[in-house]
């Protein structure tokens, strides 16, 4: 399952975009990573904190975890943990994190496209949130990667930004980009969703990716769809010209809870398989 040649180029720029971004990130208010440690946070959100449920005693796997901060957070709720990314720097500062908090946690560098290739076992839950799946251009792929890992009767969860939200110019106020898979989205960005703040340019490829182009190759691949929902919030302040609410979530100015902005999924593995 080795990356088509057609992509790697656009992989290998991200990555070193990702690798810029990192140290912004880890001493960033977004991300706010002292005080996390400091008082055994949870990074999670009451979103898939309550969805994906009581993780103590099971095995995850987290595809694309960043520095690790959401992995730890699980295995600090008894989950024992594997992530999974492609930037170096960030999956050493996730070890550097696990050994200094003491919590058992195993990382893997490299795609999740070639993750297989580097990763023997297999899990109860794959988990995968916010901002993921517009860098991988074949969620064909991927379906198979998050199958593979499964063990009969685990489940599959996904929290991300919804699909709607990637039609918008960067500004959340026009429609700029098409709803399905049209092609590589070729992006120049001065700074970073963790800290708008900051001087720092990037170049970007991405995907944008339908509900159908998401969900059809889980449910091809023999996952049973358990729930789909949909929130018209966000937890984060990740986007621009948004306006939190009294309930602390963020919406576009102008059209609150008009747009969904955030949506879930879960996906069993049968157990005869």
């Known amino acids: 399952m080795a990356l088509a040649t057609s992509w790697s180029e656009y992989f290998e720029q991200n990555r070193r975009a990702w690798d810029m971004r990192l140290p912004v990130h880890l001493r960033s208010a977004f991300y706010d990573v002292e005080t996390w440690k400091r008082e055994g946070g949870i990074s999670l959100t009451d979103i898939e904190l309550r969805e994906v449920g009581d993780v103590r005693g099971q095995s995850l796997l987290h595809l694309q975890c960043h520095f690790g901060q959401d992995t730890l957070s699980w295995a600090r709720l008894g989950a024992q943990v594997t992530g999974c990314d492609f930037s170096e720097p960030a999956i050493a500062e996730a070890r ?8 058992s946690a195993s990382f893997v560098c490299c795609s999740v496209y070639d993750l297989p290739q580097h990763l023997n076992d297999r899990f109860d839950i794959v988990f995968t949130s916010y901002g993921v799946l517009g860098w991988l251009p074949n969620l064909e792929i991927w379906a198979d990667v998050v199958t593979h890992f499964l063990k009969p009767g685990g489940f599959f969860y996904l929290a991300e930004f919804h699909p709607v939200l990637w039609m918008l110019d960067e500004e959340m106020q026009h429609l ?4 399905h ?3 590589v989205i ?3 960005l001065t700074s970073t969703y963790a800290d708008r703040s900051s001087a720092l340019s990037s170049l970007d490829y991405s995907w944008n990716h339908s509900l159908s182009e998401i969900i059809n190759p889980l449910l091809q691949r023999g996952l049973q769809l358990e729930f789909f929902h949909e929130y018209p919030y966000s937890p984060f302040p ?3 010209n948004t306006v939190q609410g ?3 979530r963020y919406r576009i100015r102008g059209l609150e809870n008009v747009l969904p902005m955030i949506f879930s999924l879960r996906a069993r593995k049968p157990a005869d398989c």
Not at 96 to 103: P, V
Request: charged content about 25%.
């Open 96 to 103: 550097r994190l696990a050994e200094e908090l003491s919590l």
């Open 176 to 179: 700029k980009y098409p709803y």
């Open 181 to 183: 898979n049209a092609g």
């Open 186 to 188: 070729e992006s120049v």
């Open 238 to 240: 990740c986007f621009s």
């Open 246 to 248: 009294a309930d602390g």
